[in-house]
């Protein structure tokens, strides 16, 4: 049985910084791309990042380039999101997700992803 399970949310001041973790199990994570999603109160859930299983391809929103960086470690089957400079539009549930085959595709769309995890929450306050 897949299991995906973020952590590291938690309420931050805009400007400050936030890691994200998400593990997985139940699978062979070096076999999957690993993508970052969010989604805020009464909108739809949107890409923020993917990284492919060898790490060498990374894509990123717009909204967070150069503020956010993912990175994996597949020894220890886990998914990291390093987010500084925060802002309050960055307030969402954050969502990891898994893909089969191991890549990434800019697009970031929600139905290229396999297997999710319940989110954490990130807010930043003003």
């Known amino acids: 049985q897949v299991q995906v399970v973020e952590s590291g949310g938690g309420l931050v001041q805009a400007g400050g910084s936030l890691r994200l973790s998400c593990t997985a199990s139940?699978?062979?994570?070096?076999?999957?791309?690993m993508g970052w999603f969010r989604q805020a109160p009464g909108k739809e859930r949107e890409g923020v990042s993917c990284?492919?299983?060898?790490?060498?391809?990374?894509y990123y929103s717009d909204s967070v380039k150069g503020r956010f960086t993912a990175s994996r470690d597949n020894s220890k089957n886990t998914l990291y999101l390093q987010m500084n400079s925060l802002k309050p539009e960055d307030t969402a549930m954050y969502y990891c997700?898994?893909?089969?085959?191991?890549?990434?595709?800019?697009?970031?769309?929600?139905?290229?992803?396999?297997?999710w995890g319940q989110g954490t929450q990130v807010t930043v306050s003003s």
């Open positions: 997700a898994a893909r089969r085959g191991g890549g990434c595709f800019s697009r970031l769309r929600t139905e290229d992803f396999d297997y």
């Open positions: 139940g699978l062979t994570f070096d076999d999957y791309g």
């Open positions: 990284i492919s299983w060898s790490s060498r391809v990374t």
